[in-house]
DNA sequence: TATTATACCTAGAAGATCAAGGTATTAATA
DNA sequence: TATTAATACCTTGATCTTCTAGGTATAATA
């Protein structure tokens, strides 16, 4: 494919960079907020969420810091980079031509994205 | 994730079975078919394709036969199957499911499938 | 004749995700 | 008060998908 399925599965990187462009957040907190928004479509289980954001810190998309919530916990919140903003962009238009390839297939016809 | 990225990965069934709703396909076709209607964004390897097809077989949604093209070369069709066209309904819902979630997520808005 | 395109295939590696476990703190319940 | 559930972080090993890289054989083209 030409969409890069490789590096952090098919949308989850695109996922993860568009809550952290919102704002700082952290892990579990991301979890639960995919899970709100999208009527529980997305699921993701924490062996899964955890090293893939290990390694877009790795990666140089976001970085991280620890921080206490209002209930005194230490959560470890993390932030998006420049890089990773570039990088979000770059996977919004991945996902956009990858969607309306899959619509064209299946002859759903364009709705295409404005 | 509800949507069972297991079995045959992200779109590749939906996309394969689409095809095969259509008319008996062989796999080298269905390669160039998928290259050919997605300008070039699906690129499937044969690598990837001939597996799958061996296990869309297996699963019962589709049967193939061998025959002679116009070009006198032996070919392998794959045809759909009452069973896979079923899996086609349910392939096409988690799709529309899917992409509407992700674009709620990433604020693209609905762009609600018709 | 040699090369390219067609057409099928497999084995091994790489990568993504999950299942299942672990630890520790806080909040709610019995 | 004791226990359970929810929060919050993490890792290891297994599984599944896909790709790389090979192999074989025929037909068309240069």
Redesign the interface.
């Known amino acids: 494919?030409?969409?890069d399925?490789g590096l952090l599965g098919?949308?989850t990187l695109?996922?993860l960079l568009?809550?952290l462009a919102e704002s700082d957040r952290y892990g579990y907190e991301i979890i639960k907020e995919?899970e709100h928004?999208?009527?529980?479509?997305?699921?993701?289980k924490e062996g899964t969420l955890y090293p893939v954001l290990h390694k877009l810190e790795n990666n140089g998309y976001v970085r991280s810091y620890m921080a206490k919530g209002d209930a005194g916990k230490e959560r470890k919140y993390y932030q998006i980079t420049n890089q990773g903003k570039k990088q979000l962009v770059e996977e919004?238009k991945q996902?956009?031509?990858?969607?309306m390839?899959?619509n064209?297939?299946?002859?759903?016809d364009a709705?295409a994205?404005?």
């Open positions: 494919m030409k969409i399925k098919g949308s695109l996922l568009s809550l995919l928004r999208s009527d529980s479509t997305f699921q993701f919004k996902w956009q031509i990858y969607s390839a899959v064209k297939v299946i002859g759903g709705h994205f404005a």
